[in-house]
């Protein structure tokens, strides 16, 4: 039986947890990642399960600044059954701001045959750069 956008998602929910789940394998082979409002230098859009695991791979240093505490996520379903809204929010303390955060970010996931082939994610790379002490 194939999982559903929900069973996926969770699985997204997990990654950011840090409980062993690796983002990239959640994707289709020609899955696409999107950043809307990604910062100059960052990609808007990743095509590809490798070209996510490559671009991941290299940006997962940057979670060793962040004790995660927990995280926080809320799902709603949509009039179209491959798509998810989900929130997905993180709090703990960031090594990169010296104190305690909360990070919400709102993705919009099309899963296909349990895995994501398009992930809107709608983060706000501003917040996220201060969390890791780049501002």
Known sequence: MSRSPRDVVEDVRRMVAGEGVVFADLFAEGGVL???FAPPGMPRELKGRET???YHGA????RSLLEIEGVD????DTDDPEVVVVEIEHHGYSHGSGG???FRALGIVRVRDGEIVEYDDYMDPIAMAALLGRT
């Not at 996520?73 to 709603?76: A, E, F, G, Q």
């Open 52 to 54: 996510i695991r490559e």
């Open 59 to 62: 940006a997962s240093s940057q």
């Open 34 to 36: 999107r950043y809307p």
């Open 73 to 76: 996520m809320i799902v709603r």
């Open 100 to 102: 305690p955060y909360r």
